[in-house]
C-alpha cells in the first residue's frame, strides 16, 4: 500500500534561514506524483510543488525545493530564506495512479507544523 | 483568477438537518473530489468525480452524497447530518486524474453538526 511519512511534528526555524522538513514514501508504482502543500493557521491548503517520478532534476519554485532521492524515497522539502509568512502546517502528498481500484486520490502524511522565529 | 470555490466557508448545524456544502472550479477540471481532514487522522477521500456523471465512492462515502451534473459543480450533501461529520472539508480539482495532474484545493468549510 502507499505511505507518507513525515517524522517531524514540529520544527522551528530563525527568520532568514533555511529549513528542510522530511518526508519519505512507499510505493510499488513506477509513475508517482509527489506534491507538497501549505495549510496556515486560516485552514486552506496551498499547492507549493510538485516532483514527478520520473523528473531528473529535483523541482524548484521560487523559495521552495524539493530534494527528491529516488533510491531512498524520500522527497524532501527546502525553504530558503524563511519568512514569518511560512509559519504553517506543511503537508507531503502522493497522487495515486490510474490503476484498477485506484481513485486518483492524494494519499498524506500526517504534517509537519513550522514556526518561523523573528 | 483560476480557483475552486466552497461555500459556504463556516457552518454550524443540527444532527439531522440536511445541508449541502457547494463547490465550483472554474478551470474547467475533469477530476473532481472531496476530503474530509480530522485530527489525527489526516485528509481522507470522500468522494471523487473523473468527469459528469462519473461519480464514484472514495475511503469514507458513508452518509455523503454527490453529484456531478455540470464539469464546474461537483456538491456534497449530507441527506442527514451527524456528530461525527463535524469536520473540516475541502473540494479539490484537476485536470485529470493522473499522477502528474495537480489538485487544486479550495478554501474548506468547516461544519460542526451538533
Known amino acids: 500500500a502507499q505511505k507518507i511519512t513525515q517524522t517531524q511534528p514540529g520544527m522551528f526555524v530563525q527568520e532568514k534561514e533555511a529549513v528542510t522538513l522530511d518526508c519519505t514514501y512507499d510505493t510499488s508504482d513506477q509513475s508517482y506524483g509527489l506534491f507538497w502543500y501549505k495549510q496556515p493557521s486560516s485552514g486552506e491548503m496551498i499547492f507549493l510543488i510538485y516532483?514527478?517520478?520520473?523528473?531528473?532534476q529535483n523541482a524548484t519554485e521560487g523559495r521552495y525545493s524539493l530534494n527528491f532521492q529516488k533510491a531512498r524515497k524520500s522527497a524532501n522539502l527546502v525553504i530558503s530564506a524563511s519568512q514569518l509568512g511560512d509559519s504553517a502546517m506543511y503537508f507531503c502528498a502522493m497522487r495515486e495512479g490510474r490503476r484498477s481500484g485506484n481513485t486518483g486520490k492524494l494519499i498524506f502524511g500526517q504534517g509537519t507544523t513550522l514556526q518561523v522565529k523573528p | 483568477e483560476a480557483q475552486v470555490t466552497q461555500n459556504p466557508r463556516y457552518l454550524i448545524t443540527v444532527t439531522g438537518k440536511k445541508l449541502t456544502v457547494t463547490c465550483s472550479q472554474n478551470m474547467n477540471h475533469e477530476y473532481m473530489s472531496w476530503y474530509r481532514q480530522d485530527p489525527g487522522l489526516g485528509l481522507r477521500q470522500i468522494y471523487y468525480?473523473?468527469?459528469?456523471?462519473?461519480?464514484d465512492k472514495g475511503d469514507v462515502p458513508e452518509g455523503y452524497k454527490v453529484s456531478r451534473k455540470e464539469k464546474r459543480n461537483f456538491p456534497l450533501i449530507l441527506e442527514s447530518p451527524s456528530p461525527n461529520q463535524t469536520s473540516l472539508y475541502f473540494c479539490?480539482?484537476?485536470?485529470?486524474?493522473?499522477?502528474?495532474?495537480?489538485?487544486?484545493f479550495g478554501a474548506g468549510t468547516r461544519l460542526s453538526v451538533l
Open positions: 479539490a480539482s484537476s485536470s485529470e486524474g493522473l499522477v502528474k495532474n495537480i489538485q487544486y
Open positions: 468525480s473523473m468527469n459528469v456523471e462519473v461519480t
Open positions: 516532483q514527478g517520478s520520473y523528473d531528473e
